[in-house]
């Protein structure tokens, strides 16, 4: 978290901000970045962007820096990532942290959120070992969070983001 | 049976008559009304590493109202009959209210049936709950015994009776009835930094004897994991694949099959466009198929919940696309007969153009002389994970093996099949003269997951398949 640019703290505040409105009064819980999830195996701990947690946080050996059951995790990608497209030889894995997130049986939702375009690809799962995908682009679009009813306009999770900046 | 249930069997036998009473009085405000009500009654037990996560039987009953009005749909849910009539009016009212166009629903002809799917041996209602969990415990002890290096194992358990009584203001009135059961069974294996997982899934909509004798297949699970710790990681690269008949139901259910879902394509006219009906997918041999007509599998039943009987959709005909899955809106909007594929996981939702049995016809080819020729390829068996996105899918094996000149060779782990469905349907090169109904599917769409279905299939040789595994970065 040390090396966030000025538009990664950007969309964190604004994913944050919606989160919280969102989850507030319900059985969901947001948790900012710092928070640490474990993976009980490999026995492993990971730093997503922002979690989502139903109910009370499951910690594992009841250690409270240790977090099982994220249902939701965003991750906003540090570099420009080309799109998905049906023209490609085959369909590659967006990040290495995704691809250990996915053994986490609780988790439903993994959103990566995009910070040169206005781009959320949102991971759903479908199945306990089937996932699907569907892709945001464009600020008039809104990102819908099956999981915890949200909607979420891609004009506030981009809020104040400057697409000119370099990252 | 208890006491709740029989009170219940007999609250859903009394709300027939008055169902169909109060579609007859509010049916004429709309276009299309119906109500559906449903019984249910289940079980559920999740084992983590041999301790009880989940132990809980339940049973419910509740409702969903549909109206339709000029094109528009009202939709209204509720677990008490005393508010069905208020259920009624609101969806009544918020059909009214949106509808500003045409209401073009596919014509079906109204039917009055009882319909019960029979079991062929024990209804799960009659085991005790005690008996389902030693059953569960007996298979996560066999999980854990094949290896020290086992570190943890799940055993999941679920059944469900369901009666389903559908009334419309066409004068269909259906009571359907089912039981579905399923168990899913995985072993993670560790040694040092690598870690391996095996995952086994069954499930039966005919008796519950069908997960009682599951000790070979379900060792199977950790062995696999625990024999692919040693393995070498398969050589990413593009290879000739030879896959077994339970990927190549995974394969035609969700990589192609979705496609043909006509929801999908009405609201995506680029999809619309490339499933466009005579377009030729693959070769001549190639025949694929869907229906809950079939009886005995996952995805079976009489009706669907508009009320359409099951049938057989013939979706590729020699190579070539000639059908597509349809609800009756769906349908009608495309001027095409409905097929009976309108499902909802429970009467929270609304029904969505779903598959039900999706398969790939058996072929001619002996399976042996899939491999014959093949230089270097792979032979994929089973399925771990996978990932579908519009036309790309990808899909990690259960277990793997190198073809080298023609014959199996050594075992690989790490397998990702990974493409564009379309160019996979055009590079199948042969279809084995097996055949195998996988009965372990769980269908996710829209927020419905866990919907049965049944795939199945041959084992396909397939050209040109992108194999590999290690993700694009290694950000972790």
């Known amino acids: 978290m040390s090396d966030s640019s000025v ?9 944050m901000r919606l989160m919280d409105v969102t989850c507030r009064n319900s059985l969901y819980e947001v948790l900012p970045r710092g928070v640490q999830v474990w993976l009980p195996e490999p026995s492993l701990g990971v730093y997503p962007d922002l979690m989502v947690v139903s109910g009370a946080p499951l910690l594992h050996d009841g250690q409270e820096d240790k977090v099982l059951n994220p249902c939701v995790m965003f991750e906003i990608l540090s570099k420009p990532t080309p799109g998905y ?3 490609a030889l085959a369909l590659t894995e967006r990040s290495g942290l995704f691809r250990l997130c996915r053994e986490i049986p ?5 959103v990566f959120v995009h910070q040169t375009e206005a781009r959320v690809e949102q991971f759903y799962r479908a199945e306990e070992s089937l996932w699907g995908m569907t892709t945001q682009t464009g600020l008039d679009r809104v990102v819908e969070l099956a999981i915890t009813n949200a909607r979420l306009p891609m004009m506030d999770i981009y809020a104040q983001v400057d697409f000119s900046l370099l990252v | 049976m208890g006491g709740g249930t029989k009170a219940m069997t007999d609250t859903i036998d009394q709300a027939k008559t008055r169902m169909q009473e109060l579609c007859d009085r509010w049916g004429p405000r709309v276009d299309y009304l119906a109500i559906r ?6 079980t559920d037990i999740l084992l983590r590493g041999g301790a009880v996560e989940t132990l809980s039987e339940a049973i419910a009953i509740g409702g969903h109202v549909r109206a339709c009005y000029r094109g528009g ?11 069905l009539t208020l259920c009624i009016e609101s969806a009544v009212a918020a059909a009214r209210l949106v509808g500003d166009d045409e209401t073009r629903l596919a014509a079906i002809d109204p039917v009055q049936i009882t319909q019960r799917l029979p079991l062929t041996g024990t209804d799960p209602r009659a085991i005790p709950l005690a008996r389902k969990k030693v059953l569960c415990s007996h298979y996560a002890d066999l999980l854990q015994g094949v290896d020290p290096r086992i570190a943890t194992t799940s055993v999941r358990y679920a059944d469900v009776a369901q009666r389903v009584l559908l009334a419309t203001s066409e ?8 039981s579905d059961m399923e168990m899913r069974f995985a072993a993670t294996a560790r040694d040092g930094n690598t870690v391996q997982t095996g995952r086994e899934t069954t499930g039966s909509r005919n008796a519950y004897e069908d997960l009682d004798h599951l000790d070979p297949q379900v060792m199977g699970a950790a062995q696999r994991a625990v024999a692919a710790l040693d393995l070498p990681p398969v050589k990413g690269a593009t290879y000739d694949v030879v896959i077994d008949p339970i990927l190549t139901g995974l394969f035609v259910h969700e990589a192609f099959g979705h496609l043909s879902e006509a929801d999908m394509a009405y609201e995506n006219p680029d999809l619309l466009e490339a499933m466009s009906m005579g377009r030729r997918f693959g070769p001549d041999t190639l025949q694929i198929f869907d229906g809950a007509a079939p009886q005995g599998h996952r995805g079976s039943y009489g009706y669907d919940d508009e009320g359409t009987p099951a049938t057989t959709t013939q979706l590729i005909q020699d190579g070539v696309l000639v059908g597509r899955l349809h609800s009756r809106e769906t349908a009608g909007k495309l001027n095409e007969a409905p097929t009976g ?10 029904p969505l153009v779903r598959m039900t049995n999706t398969w790939i016809e058996r072929g001619t080819t002996p399976v042996d002389n899939l491999f014959a020729d093949i ?13 579908t996105n519009g036309e790309m899918f990808t899909f990690t094996a259960g277990e793997a093996w190198m073809i080298r000149n023609g014959k199996l060779a050594e075992p690989v782990r790490d397998v990702t099949l990974s493409g564009n469905v379309f160019r996979t349907l055009a590079d199948i090169e042969a279809i084995g003269d097996d055949f195998y109904w996988d009965e372990s599917g769980g269908c996710g769409k829209g927020g419905q997951n866990g919907l049965p279905v049944g795939c199945g299939g041959p084992s396909l040789r397939i050209r040109n398949v992108v194999v590999g595994g290690e993700a694009a970065d290694g950000n972790e």
Not at chain 2, 37 to 42: A, H, M, W
Not at chain 2, 375 to 387: P, T
Request: proline share 2%.
């Open chain 1, 7 to 15: 538009n990664q703290g950007r969309i964190l505040r604004n994913l």
């Open chain 1, 85 to 87: 497209s049906p023209e």
């Open chain 1, 106 to 110: 609780y988790l439903q939702e993994y």
């Open chain 2, 37 to 42: 009500l449903e019984q249910s009654e289940g």
């Open chain 2, 73 to 83: 749909w009202g939709f209204a849910s509720f677990n008490d009959l005393d508010s």
């Open chain 2, 171 to 178: 004068g269909t009135l259906i009571d359907q009835a089912w």
């Open chain 2, 341 to 350: 594929n309108a499902r909802c996981l429970n009467y929270h939702y609304s």
């Open chain 2, 375 to 387: 230089k270097q390829g792979v032979y994929a068996r089973n399925w771990l994970e996978g990932m």
